[in-house]
């Protein structure tokens, strides 16, 4: 496959497949100068796709776990994992994409999480004959595995997306089956960020909720969508028991200190013991292969701090 | 108002130009030519550059010296013709739109920090755009369906409308605008809209508040041919009122009264003024989003360089305006290449630097 990363030597002849309107096939007219003038042509008809796009991390990570690495030609900017991801060009933010940067990695594929855009972007990208396929996100274990089955599929490779999937679903019953050392709900705050003092908490609708849940959980917080601004007396009245955090990138979302010693959640359960759990936001909040893992790191450090 | 009077209030503006700035109408005319030619340089320019590897002059020669454009691969076609060709066309039309707005607003309010904001035109559109962004997919859903993607640019044109009319409407009485009074009226109802649109902002989810602070920093990679189709239309329309304008506004930076006193109808003029730089901030800010400083630095440059006669000013700032847009957008797509930076960012960066250079220029040579 290396003769086809040697874009810049290769004459392209873009032809639309006439079996399957949703297939296109880029086909790669290969010259490959040996001594004398000896050209050959190539066309790899067993892999349709050779150029892929994700956006959305959880989708890199899933073709990273299929060992698809070599057939990613771009990611977008929430693909953050594995550390390899960093050596592929970033075509932009998921919603923010623009439509010349993904085509200049000369992609035959965009495989994009729901919520991909703008629609103009998509259009466009549509209209240059490239294939886009949209995998729906829900924080759900359930979606973990579609995502996966989508990928699998999309890349030609089910059978090894069905492998994985299974073990996934293994991994995420035995996550989800392991109970916590006591039967009471802990309720946990999810706390994205402590702005100027403020607490930016999640609520329903969330990946952190979801992961909460899953974890045997209870949200701290309820009664809102999204991730929302919460005075001091919501906090002081949800009585949190753990306050879940994201690895901080930089300073701005506080230290440990700073957050357990908030005049609001310093008078909680979670303030006066101490009890602060960090993850990386990915690992957290990707609902990915990974995120079976995820579950029972959340569920055993929620144990480790005992009452 | 008739012609002739339009014609007698251009007449004594006219001489007393001459005698204040000799020699300004030649070198204006010399201004606004390189102008035309850095344009058509910057556009050529432009267009080869990208994040694709699209070589412009090699697809010309091409096309010109195969006889048929079938050896261009439909690829690059594309890129040139449907992503930077409508972003060329988009960069101008809004550039040329931001630039003369604020050239016009800042002879109407005799406020050299007029710009597209004083009337109405951001607060407005912004309002427009984040109701779209937050209520699309429940309050006006059906309105969504059945605009599509022209929902949030439709929404934005309105409100920036709406908003500008209902401005012009507090600060007349009696048949009269007043310039302070728009002003004043200006600052309190952009409070009161920023707060609705931070009521708008509260309800929205987190992807929406990455759409809305996207949309807040402008970017013209949505440029379709429709889209330029429908904001050209309106920019074009607004702009053939220009040349009226032009001796009227020279005629009232004497102030109100000696603007009457030449014959000018200062009402129907500020009414016109308002309304035509409405409709094309509107239009421009409703596709592309918040762009800033372009309608205040282009206007004070060529000010500095031409005089204030707007007869030159106008067409002179539609040309630097749509050459700086357009170089800022060339900018924000290779910079970070294949991602984008929004346009808003690059225009700020090089506008508010060269804005304090201009305001310290300034103190200083009154000090001296």
């Known amino acids: ?307 | 108002m008739t012609t002739a009077s339009i014609q007698n209030g251009k007449l004594p503006v006219k001489t007393v130009h001459k005698r204040r700035n000799g020699g300004r109408a030649g070198l204006a005319k010399l201004v606004i030519t390189m102008l035309v030619l850095l344009y058509v340089l910057v556009s050529l320019v432009t267009l080869g550059i990208g994040a694709a590897d699209v070589s412009i002059t090699q697809m010309a020669m091409d096309w010109l010296f195969s006889g048929n454009g079938e050896a261009i691969s439909p690829r690059d076609k594309l890129i040139l013709f449907e992503i930077r060709l409508p972003r060329l066309f988009l960069g101008t039309l809004i550039g040329a739109a931001l630039a003369v707005s604020g050239a016009v607003l800042q002879s109407l309010f005799r406020n050299p920090l007029a710009d597209p904001g004083i009337i109405g035109v951001s607060a407005g559109a912004s309002l427009g755009a984040v109701a779209t962004i937050v209520l699309g997919g429940t309050f006006l859903g059906s309105f969504v369906t059945v605009l599509g993607v022209f929902s949030l640019p439709v929404m934005a044109f309105f409100g920036a409308l709406m908003i500008t009319i209902l401005l012009h409407r507090i600060a007349t009485r009696d048949g009269k605008t007043s310039i302070v009074t728009m002003l004043l009226a200006g600052i309190a109802l952009q409070a009161f809209v920023m707060a609705i649109t931070g009521i708008l902002i509260f309800m929205a989810d987190d992807q929406q508040l990455r759409d809305l602070t996207f949309w807040g920093l402008g970017s013209l990679a949505g440029a379709t041919w429709s889209k330029i189709g429908a904001s050209g239309l309106i920019i074009l329309v607004s702009f053939c009122t220009l040349p009226l304008l032009a001796n009227a506004l020279n005629a009232l930076s004497f102030g109100e009264a000696s603007a009457f006193h030449m014959g000018v109808d200062v009402q129907r003029i500020k009414t016109i003024a308002v309304c035509a730089t409405a409709a094309a901030t509107g239009a421009a800010v409703a596709v592309s989003g918040g762009i800033g400083f372009v309608g205040i630095v282009v206007p004070h440059l060529l000010r500095l360089a031409i005089g204030p006669d707007n007869r030159y000013l106008l067409p002179a700032s539609a040309l630097l305006g749509a050459v700086l847009l357009i170089c800022a957008d060339a900018v924000a797509r290779v910079i970070v290449a294949p991602a984008e930076l929004p346009i808003g960012i690059i225009t700020a960066l090089i506008g508010a630097p060269f804005f304090l250079w201009l305001l310290l220029k300034r103190r200083g040579l009154l000090l001296s």
């Open chain 1, 1 to 307: 496959m290396n003769v086809i990363k040697q874009r810049a030597n290769h004459s392209r002849l873009l032809s639309l497949g006439n079996d399957l309107i949703a297939y296109c096939m880029l086909l790669l007219l290969s010259a490959i100068v040996a001594t004398g003038a000896a050209n050959r042509v190539m066309a790899d008809e067993a892999r349709p796709y050779e150029r892929v796009v994700t956006i959305g991390g959880s989708l890199t990570e899933i073709v990273y776990a299929l060992g698809e690495q070599e057939r990613l030609a771009g990611r977008d900017t929430t693909s953050v994992y594995p550390q390899a991801v960093f050596g592929v060009p970033d075509v932009g933010y998921i919603r923010q994409l623009s439509p010349e940067g993904v085509l200049s990695v000369n992609p035959d594929l965009i495989l994009a999480l729901e919520g991909a855009g703008p629609p103009e972007t998509i259009d466009t990208l549509k209209e240059a004959g490239l294939s886009i396929i949209t995998v729906p996100e829900r924080y759900t274990a359930d979606n973990i595995i579609e995502k996966i089955k989508a990928v699998g599929e999309a890349l030609g490779v089910s059978q090894k997306a069905e492998a994985l999937a299974e073990e996934t679903q293994e991994r995420l019953d035995l996550a989800l089956g392991a109970n916590g050392q006591d039967g009471s709900e802990r309720k946990v705050l999810f706390v994205l960020s402590l702005r100027s003092g403020k607490v930016l908490a999640a609520g329903n609708s969330t990946a952190a909720n979801s992961m909460i849940g899953l974890a045997g959980a209870e949200n701290a917080i309820t009664g809102f969508d999204g991730y929302k601004q919460v005075s001091d007396e919501a906090v002081i009245t949800a009585q949190p028991d753990v306050v879940l955090m994201m690895n901080s990138r930089g300073n701005h979302s506080g230290s440990d200190t700073e957050i357990l010693t908030h005049p609001a959640i310093v008078s909680t359960p979670a303030g006066k013991n101490g009890h602060l759990v960090r993850m990386d936001g990915l690992f957290l909040l990707g609902f990915g292969p990974r995120t079976a893992d995820a579950i029972g790191e959340l569920k055993s450090s929620f144990d480790k701090l005992g009452r």
